[in-house]
């Protein structure tokens, strides 16, 4: 590794990202959308003088770890109880109406096919592509407008969490037609035995946080000890559960939440995030995006992708919480808080390169569907909170 390449390209991101984040605020759009601009302008899509290795992506992944640790931590517990059966029926439909839609629309491009068959299998896992749910920007844009720890904010957090548990399934299932190897079943398992065992885990280490958190009140060793936690949830799900890392990081965050010092915890890892971290994940989505090679037949089929993939959430998760008794704005906000793609739709479609399933053609359009979802899931989540608030002081 290049020492002084990698001292370069973290001060060029972390400027730029820094610069174009204050220059979206004052345009009045989140700083996280500004940040992947920042990404797209200094990397391979115009400028190139950034490229994104290993080094980025290690961190990138840390930022996301921190962020959902973060979310986690500012999550009502309380709500989240209320929010369980709501949250659950969301997922299911945030994973089902996406499936189906990316499946058909890709039989519309190259043919319908037999199930069983070749062509059915790439439909099929395009359409799984389309089910990953990342809710990193959603959180990072729900925080800076303050209503992260409202119920449509934790809706979203705990639907996202069971989207992705969903969609593990979903994935080993349809490997599974290619690979004779995969056992869904055991994933099952595994996934529910992560739960079972981080529910009694956070129990005994709840009590322990709590001591620890009344010996030493208000002390930089609880941060320590958080961000320890943190790390090590995020592995043990990967590792030995196959559950995503920010799943565990999440749960980690949960487990603290109720902690008395639960706010320093949080202001204190804000700051490993606001310097560093958040900077460098959040542009590193616009790093990955090369949109000098795109041609007229893949972006086609890309827009089509982002248009299935942006449709299949709003409308999956917004109209079923409006059956669930959500009034038509917060349905919206679900709806669109949802519809972010990231990291996760980067591992499922590099999953279906490494088994052969679909080719490296198709990354561009998840790099597509990534990058405008991360960009006008903010935007739009802070215009209807806007319209809102204009809306109860005309009430006043």
Known sequence: MDTLLVLRNLAIIIVSAKAFGLLARKLKAPQVAGEIVAGLLIGPTLFNIVKADDFLSGMAEIGVILLMFSAGLETDIDKLKKSGIKATILACAGVAIPLVLGTVMYMCFYGFSQPGTTGFIQALFIGTILTATSVSITVQALRELGKISTEVGTTIMSAAIIDDVIGIVVLTAV??????????????????????????????????????????????????????????????????????????????????????????????????????????????????????????????????????????????????????????????????????????????????????????????????????????????????????????????
């Open 175 to 396: 490997i599974g037609l290619k690979d004779a190897n995969a056992n869904l079943g055991m994933v099952c398992i595994k996934t529910v035995l992560f739960f079972i065992v981080s529910l009694v885990a956070g129990i005994l280490i709840f009590k322990i946080m709590q001591r620890l958190d009344a010996r030493w009140t208000h002390t930089r060793r609880i941060p320590i000890i958080a961000m320890a936690l943190a790390f090590v949830l995020s592995y043990v799900a990967d590792k030995y559960f196959g559950v995503a890392d920010i799943t565990g990081a999440f749960v980690a965050g949960i487990i603290l939440s109720s902690l008395d010092d639960k706010a320093y915890i949080d202001r204190k890892m804000d700051i490993n995030s606001y310097m560093i971290f958040g900077p460098v994940f959040f542009a590193s989505v616009g790093l990955q995006t090369n949109l000098r090679e795109v041609d007229m037949t893949i972006l086609v089929f890309s827009l089509a992708f982002v248009a299935v993939g942006l449709l299949g959430k709003v409308l999956g998760c917004g109209a079923v919480a409006k059956l669930l008794g959500y009034n038509s704005s917060d349905s919206l906000k679900i709806g669109i808080g949802m519809m972010t793609r990231g990291e996760v739709a980067l591992i499922v479609a590099q999953r279906g390169l490494k088994t052969g399933i679909i080719d490296g053609r198709y990354f561009t359009a998840v790099i597509l569907l990534i990058v405008i979802s991360s960009i006008m899931t903010p935007i739009l989540l802070k215009a209807i909170y806007a319209s809102d608030e204009r809306k109860n002081e005309g009430r006043v």
